[in-house]
T-cell receptor, first 109, second 114 residues
Framework: LAKTTQPISMDSYEGQEVNITCSHN???????ITWYQQFPSQGPRFIIQ???TKVTNEVASLFIPADRKSSTLSLPRVSLSDTAVYYC??????????FGSGTRLQVQP | EPEVTQTPSHQVTQMGQEVILRCVPI?????FYWYRQILGQKVEFLVS????????KSEIFDDQFSVERPDGSNFTLKIRSTKLEDSAMYFC????????????FGSGTQLSVL
């Protein structure tokens, strides 16, 4: 199983861009990289997923270098409501999809 | 958007009692999971289930735990004899190969063992 490493916490201000990097050195060929957001007392919520290169959706971008040993979640212009824990998961659905410790993002006004 | 539904939202039980946590996954999903989260800690994988059998399970998922898909729509987690340390939020999730590794999570059942 690919183990993931993320910063424990990050601080930002409203309107700034936030980049959270996840290391996954032993990612397997079939593994996808998926990011989730979790608010207190709620289930994790899908943000974005990618396999390689760059993916963008309405809420975030995901940058994956060619070696796929890391990935960076980019949140443009964060607001107070983006304060949450962000997890990257690496794996495929037929195996256990294991959460790492996550990154606690605190957005200040 | 379709949802994963979990019941009950809160469950209080006495140590040693059996509990069953219930989940209704999204209807066309084929992969099912249980996770738990102790207050203030990370989300921990318990078990994955596919094709009516367990695919993988963690060390936490010992003989006290079992899962079942009794009727093609529900997915249950049973804890046979609860311990104080089983107190946690339990999340059910489901997914399909059509969505790759995107999992849809329920809102959880908060289990309190007294």
């Amino acid at each position: 199983l690919a183990k993931t490493t993320q910063p424990i916490s990050m601080d930002s201000y409203e309107g700034q861009e936030v980049n959270i990097t996840c290391s996954h050195n032993n990612i397997a060929t079939n593994d996808y990289i998926t990011w989730y957001q979790q608010f207190p007392s709620q289930g994790p919520r899908f943000i974005i997923q990618g396999y390689k290169t760059k993916v963008t959706n309405e809420v975030a971008s995901l940058f994956i270098p060619a070696d796929r040993k890391s990935s960076t979640l980019s949140l443009p212009r964060v607001s107070l409501s983006d304060t949450a824990v962000y997890y990257c998961l690496v794996g495929d659905m037929r195996r256990a999809l294991t959460f790492g410790s996550g990154t606690r993002l605190q957005v200040q006004p | 958007e379709p949802e994963v539904t979990q019941t009950p939202s809160h469950q209080v039980t006495q140590m040693g009692q059996e509990v069953i946590l219930r989940c209704v996954p999204i209807s066309n999903h084929l992969y099912f999971y249980w996770y738990r989260q102790i207050l203030g800690q990370k989300v921990e994988f318990l078990v994955s289930f596919y094709n009516n059998e367990i695919s993988e399970k963690s060390e936490i998922f010992d003989d006290q735990f079992s899962v079942e898909r009794p009727d093609g729509s529900n997915f249950t987690l049973k804890i046979r004899s609860t311990k104080l340390e089983d107190s946690a939020m339990y999340f059910c999730a489901s997914g399909s190969q059509a969505t790759n590794e995107k999992l849809f999570f329920g809102s959880g059942t908060q289990l309190s063992v007294l």
